[in-house]
């Protein structure tokens, strides 16, 4: 009977330990998770990046979906500094990105924009962790494999390098040279599909003696339910050539402009120069320039940092060019003349109007002034 009782329970305990299945390695789980990444159809991603200095602290929020066969990606991203933030709006593909910035789309080789690194699940960027995972902990938790890392030494890099990109999407770092002080990863990887849930990057480096702190954190869901990404028609017609758009900003660069009084300014032009006449409560004049070739005169007014005014007036509509009409945001009166408002964001908006044969921009960059706030503004501009 005992003898009995014995073989039962070597009998009970053997198919346990069968049902347990062998415990698989750090390398196990990675290459898994490789090949897994080989069959990815689409999915969507949420990601928010923090770069933090002595002097500035940048915040990228990202969320999107990318799939792939062929690879695509439509990605919305909030870009925030010094209190003001900017949107951009991105479809992506191998061979070339369109990217809306402050209202304007522009068409430019993916190569020459960092937003394709989006894309971390891939079979290359998972591989590249293969390389590590002698130095990965592994444990379990709920659903997930747990991948832990940390450490300072400069073969870290092949991890650090894609993920600093999203600090700065419109930044090339391929060529910055950066020392690793100390870093801490995580990834979490789903014991099911073996796609990675969850990818996170604590670090401090130090670049040119200045000390960074670099925080990523990122969410995969919606794993092979996402349609197919088109870029819309409408998007492709009205968007304008790189190649336009690097001669429009090298036309800005090369424009000079002098520092000069208001007073100065106006015996140079030979009339009173309009100037914001309610000036908000902190603000004040900050400088004022000129600018022959164009001609124009900019009037910078300044709180602090994070809260600004600029005033440029052009002296003739010719030298203004056409009005931008398609993405006005509201047709508007300025003391008894059509104006274009603009709010290009939720802290940055501009009005554009003609008053005395001078066209008039007000830009405003504050978290304190409201678009009306900037519509009192200009109408207070004599």
């Known amino acids: 009977m005992k003898k009995s009782i014995y073989l039962s329970f070597l009998l009970l305990l053997a198919l346990v330990i069968a049902g347990c299945g062998k415990q ?44 792939h066969n062929p690879d695509m990606a439509h990605l919305n991203m909030n870009i925030g500094m010094s209190g003001m933030s900017i949107d951009i709006e991105a479809y992506v593909s191998n061979e070339e990105t369109y990217m809306s910035m402050l209202g304007e789309w522009i068409k430019m080789p993916s190569e020459e924009s960092e937003i394709g690194s ?27 494999y747990v991948l832990k890392l940390s450490g300072n030494q400069d073969g870290l890099k092949e991890i650090v390098d894609p993920l ?41 480096l130090e670049m040119d003696g200045e000390s960074i702190k670099l925080n990523v954190e990122s969410k995969i869901t919606n794993v092979d339910k996402v349609e197919p990404i088109v870029i819309p028609d409408k998007v492709k017609e009205s968007a304008t050539s790189y190649e336009d758009f690097e ?25 009173s120069v309009p100037q914001i006449t309610d000036l908000p409560e902190g603000f004040t004049l900050l400088d004022s320039y000129y600018s022959e070739g164009t001609p124009t005169i900019t009037i910078d007014y300044e709180k602090d940092d994070e809260n600004w005014l600029s005033l440029e007036i052009y002296l003739t509509e010719e030298d203004y060019g056409e009005f931008d009409t398609e993405s006005v945001t509201e047709v508007i009166s300025i003391n008894g003349h059509d104006a274009y408002y603009y709010e290009v964001d939720e802290d940055i908006h501009m009005i554009t109007w003609k008053q005395n044969d001078m066209v008039l921009e007000l830009f405003g960059f504050s978290s304190e002034l409201s678009g009306e706030d900037i519509i009192k503004l200009a109408e207070s501009v004599k």
């Not at 998770?33 to 002097?55: D, P, Q």
């Not at 894309?119 to 998972?126: R, T």
């Not at 000079?256 to 007073?263: G, K, N, T, V």
């Open 24 to 67: 698989l390695s750090k390398e196990d789980v990675l290459t898994k998770a490789s090949n897994a990444s080989k069959n990815l159809k689409s999915y969507s991603v949420e990601m928010m990046v923090k770069t933090e200095t002595e002097e500035l602290t940048t915040t990228v929020k990202a969320t999107g979906d990318v799939t």
């Open 118 to 144: 989006f894309d971390q699940l891939n079979e290359e960027e998972i591989n590249k962790l293969l390389a590590f995972k002698d130095q990965f902990e592994l444990t379990e938790e709920g659903n997930d």
């Open 164 to 204: 600093m990109s999203y600090s700065n999407p419109l930044e090339d770092f391929d060529s910055v040279e950066y020392t690793i002080k100390n870093m801490n990863y995580e990834i979490r990887i789903d014991k099911k599909s073996f796609i990675m849930a969850t990818e996170k990057l604590d670090a401090e």
């Open 247 to 271: 001669e429009q900003i090298d036309d800005i660069n090369e424009v000079e402009y002098e520092s000069a009084s208001i007073e100065e300014i106006e015996e140079i032009v030979g009339f």
